[in-house]
């Protein structure tokens, strides 16, 4: 069962992703999001880099957050994505599962595909959700652990399933989105 903590970290992340502000998540909000990632980054529609954008968020979308959708509609509210989750935290959804999960997005916010997120790339993907340049400060020097100014995709992939799982209060996961 979700702790309280881990519920709190969830709807973050849930209505950060929720563009239209309505409490319901649906492919649009991943569409909205995508573009707004695109825009920040200067990429314009019908680029290749665009078309890289827009598959990871439909990737993320179908694989992730879609299967929460209990009743078929298309739409997910913050309760049906708490079930998912906390069925998904029980089956100890493995690392590795989360990682071809989370390829597609880790892609799209390595703005140079060099392997690496830096500090930049990684505040215009937090600005793409409206979190501030400070936020994204924080978060990155607390979930770059070794400090060496970068995140590999084993670093990404690993602090946004811990911070997905995880339930210590004191873990650096806890801030992949900033300040919660």
Do not use: C
Not at 138 to 167: M, Q
């Amino acid at each position: 069962m979700l702790s309280e903590f881990q519920k709190r970290k969830l709807a973050l992340r849930f209505y950060m992703l929720d563009t239209s502000k309505d409490g319901i998540l649906e492919l649009a909000d991943f569409e909205q999001h995508g573009q707004k990632l695109a825009e920040l980054r200067g990429i314009q529609p019908g680029s290749t880099d665009y078309e890289k954008i827009m598959s990871a968020a439909l990737y993320n979308w179908e694989t992730y957050w879609k299967p929460a959708d209990a009743d078929g509609d298309n739409k997910i509210t913050l309760d049906e994505f708490l079930k998912s989750a906390d069925i998904l935290i029980a089956a100890k959804t493995t690392e590795k599962t989360n990682y071809q999960v989370q390829k597609g997005l880790f892609d799209s916010v390595d703005i140079d595909g060099d392997g690496e997120i830096t500090l930049k790339e990684y505040t215009l993907f937090l600005n793409s959700f409206g979190r501030s340049e400070e936020d994204a400060k924080i978060g990155f020097s607390k979930i770059d652990t070794n400090g060496d100014g970068k995140l590999s995709r084993d670093d990404f992939s690993i602090a946004l399933y811990e911070y997905n799982t995880g339930n210590d209060p004191q873990a650096p996961a806890n801030w992949f989105f900033g300040s919660y």
